[in-house]
């Protein structure tokens, strides 16, 4: 099972970036499909998450209150991808970018059982 990151860069301030991950190995669709961000020095934190729960007919999703309404997570499982679309990035979004996936959902990273290498996002000021 395999976990792969991909689309970060270096980019100005204001601007956006989509990150990619791409699962393979099995399926994801009924995972709970995460982002977290590790800067430096800091302790790895929870971004947004998107997760099929059995109460409800549709993903539903969820995010850190530092991302909400810039950053948007989705997913296309004929794919076996999740994608964040991360808009309006300022410097303090500068980090290290996971993806991660769990059987329900939760913004614990200790409840992940799978995840990718990290991607490096960088905003200049």
């Known amino acids: 099972v395999q976990l792969q990151a991909s689309g970060g860069g270096l980019v100005q301030a204001g601007k956006s970036l989509r990150l990619s991950c791409a699962a393979s190995?099995?399926?994801?669709?009924?995972?709970?499909m995460s982002w977290f961000r590790q800067a430096p020095g800091k302790k790895r934190e929870f971004v947004a998450a998107?997760?099929?729960?059995?109460?409800?007919?549709?993903?539903?999703?969820f995010y850190a209150d530092s991302v909400k309404g810039r950053f948007t997570i989705s997913r296309d499982n004929a794919k076996n991808t999740v994608y964040l679309q991360m808009n309006s990035l300022s410097p303090e979004d500068t980090a290290l970018y996971y993806c991660?996936?769990?059987?329900?959902?939760?913004?614990?990273?200790?409840?992940?059982?799978?995840w990718g290498q990290g991607t490096q996002v960088t905003v200049s000021s």
């Open positions: 991660a996936a769990a059987k329900y959902y939760t913004r614990s990273s200790a409840q992940y059982d799978y």
């Open positions: 190995g099995r399926t994801f669709s009924r995972y709970c």
């Open positions: 998107i997760y099929w729960s059995d109460g409800l007919t549709y993903y539903a999703d």
